[in-house]
């Protein structure tokens, strides 16, 4: 079976995003759920531990039975945990505040226009899963895919030979703890037993049907290496994930440097594109260590240039992706939704 027809057969992937218990309005968009909202309450920062008190216990439950139920500073006050009394907390603003939003897409957006709201990055990463897995639901191209996981999960990037090679960072985190063989390889480890080094299969058009099946495992590598199909999906993935969240047409093409004297606007997808396209846009000099930070660089142009502010159309706007000194990658996905130069919001 080629990689085209397994693709056709998978019917679902990414089950822990919880994407299959939310409702959708008629165009589209998610609307939250009773379902999704005890499938939050089944976290391991939410399950009431052993030692947990009665006050705890039965919140949990209340909630288990209608997840809707009001979570008041009374009910709050009777935890004799302070830890369970924020997490509780942070719970309860965060479900508050998706229920306060007709759709999910909505609640996520006023996360970054509402300057008061702030929530843990699981919680924000999360509500991108959920919001990823809907967007790509008639995808079926397992490197867009995986590439879409670098916008909720952390990733390790190492660069050799022109491969930029991007691993899930807890699975690699995981794996150097255990070996891959779970309890007993922690245990070995603790020992000071020698462990295999982590070896994670690289995504590629001979393997990438296998996807389908792990993908909830995260264990994939992807290649964005230009001209690589890991690159060309993410660009794919970006323009998807503006078309939905914002209803505005983008063409994204990688390129591998910006050569554009008129340079107008840029986004960094992350903290260290945004440092380093900010430094080189002010004609600040870059070093090469830092320079080489850069993973990915991409030029977007509006299918429609109405929607652009007045002073930019006809005008691209670059984006970067980068690793940080210890080669994390940390996507933000919102700087795709607030940064970029359109009329509306200006």
Same mark, same amino acid.
């Given at each position: *079976?080629?990689?085209?027809?397994? %693709?056709?057969?998978?019917?679902?992937?990414?089950?822990?995003?919880?994407?299959?218990?939310?409702?959708?309005?008629?165009?589209?968009?998610?609307?939250?759920?009773? /379902?999704?909202?005890? $499938?939050?309450?089944?976290?391991?920062?939410?399950?009431?531990?052993?030692?947990?008190?009665?006050?705890?216990?039965?919140?949990? %439950?209340?909630?288990?039975?209608?997840?809707?139920?009001?979570?008041?500073?009374?009910? @709050?006050?009777?935890?004799?945990?302070?830890?369970?009394?924020?997490?509780?907390?942070?719970?309860? %603003?965060?479900?508050?505040?998706? @229920?306060?939003?007709?759709?999910?897409?909505?609640?996520?957006?006023?996360?970054?226009?509402?300057?008061?709201?702030?929530?843990?990055?699981?919680?924000?990463?999360? @509500?991108?899963?959920?919001?990823?897995?809907?967007?790509?639901?008639?995808?079926?191209?397992?490197?867009?895919?995986?590439?879409?996981?670098? +916008?909720?999960?952390?990733?390790? /990037?190492?660069?050799?030979?022109?491969?930029?090679?991007?691993?899930? /960072?807890?699975?690699?985190?995981?794996?150097?703890?255990?070996?891959?063989?779970?309890?007993?390889?922690?245990?070995?480890?603790?020992?000071?037993?020698?462990? $295999?080094?982590?070896?994670?299969?690289?995504?590629?058009?001979?393997?990438?049907?296998?996807?389908?099946?792990?993908?909830?495992?995260?264990?994939?590598?992807?290649?964005?290496?230009?001209?690589?199909?890991?690159?060309?999906? +993410? $660009?794919?993935?970006?323009?998807?994930?503006?078309?939905? *969240?914002?209803?505005?047409?983008?063409?994204?093409?990688? !390129?591998?440097?910006?050569?554009?004297?008129?340079?107008?606007?840029?986004?960094?997808?992350? /903290?260290?594109?945004?440092?380093?396209?900010?430094? +080189?846009?002010?004609?600040?000099?870059?070093?090469?260590?830092?320079?080489?930070?850069?993973?990915?660089?991409?030029?977007?142009?509006?299918?429609?240039?109405?929607?652009?502010?007045?002073?930019?159309?006809?005008?691209? !706007?670059?984006?970067?992706?980068?690793?940080? $000194?210890?080669?994390?990658?940390?996507?933000?996905?919102?700087?795709?939704?607030?940064?970029?130069?359109?009329?509306?919001?200006?």
């Amino acid at each position: *079976m080629s990689v085209v027809a397994a %693709a056709e057969a998978a019917v679902d992937f990414w089950r822990s995003s919880g994407w299959h218990l939310l409702d959708r309005d008629a165009s589209g968009r998610h609307r939250l759920s009773d /379902a999704f909202l005890a $499938a939050w309450l089944h976290r391991p920062e939410l399950v009431p531990p052993e030692e947990a008190c009665p006050a705890e216990r039965a919140l949990h %439950a209340a909630l288990l039975r209608d997840p809707r139920r009001p979570i008041t500073p009374v009910s @709050l006050v009777a935890l004799r945990d302070p830890d369970a009394r924020e997490n509780w907390g942070v719970f309860a %603003a965060f479900r508050d505040h998706l @229920l306060a939003h007709p759709t999910l897409e909505d609640a996520y957006l006023a996360l970054f226009v509402e300057p008061a709201v702030r929530f843990p990055a699981l919680f924000l990463d999360q @509500l991108v899963h959920a919001l990823l897995r809907g967007i790509l639901e008639s995808a079926r191209d397992p490197f867009r895919a995986r590439a879409a996981e670098c +916008l909720f999960r952390e990733q390790r /990037a190492t660069v050799q030979e022109g491969a930029v090679l991007l691993a899930d /960072a807890e699975t690699i985190a995981l794996r150097a703890r255990t070996g891959g063989l779970g309890r007993i390889g922690a245990f070995l480890r603790e020992a000071g037993a020698p462990l $295999a080094p982590v070896e994670l299969d690289v995504l590629r058009p001979d393997n990438a049907a296998s996807y389908w099946d792990r993908s909830d495992l995260f264990d994939t590598v992807l290649d964005l290496g230009f001209g690589r199909e890991g690159l060309d999906a +993410l $660009a794919r993935v970006l323009e998807a994930w503006i078309g939905h *969240m914002l209803g505005v047409a983008a063409r994204i093409q990688p !390129v591998q440097q910006i050569r554009d004297e008129r340079w107008s606007w840029h986004v960094g997808l992350d /903290a260290e594109a945004t440092g380093i396209l900010n430094a +080189l846009w002010h004609g600040q000099e870059v070093g090469e260590d830092r320079l080489a930070r850069l993973l990915a660089l991409f030029r977007l142009e509006f299918r429609d240039p109405s929607v652009v502010l007045p002073a930019l159309r006809g005008r691209p !706007v670059y984006l970067a992706l980068a690793r940080d $000194a210890a080669g994390r990658v940390r996507c933000k996905p919102q700087n795709l939704l607030v940064n970029l130069p359109l009329a509306a919001a200006g």
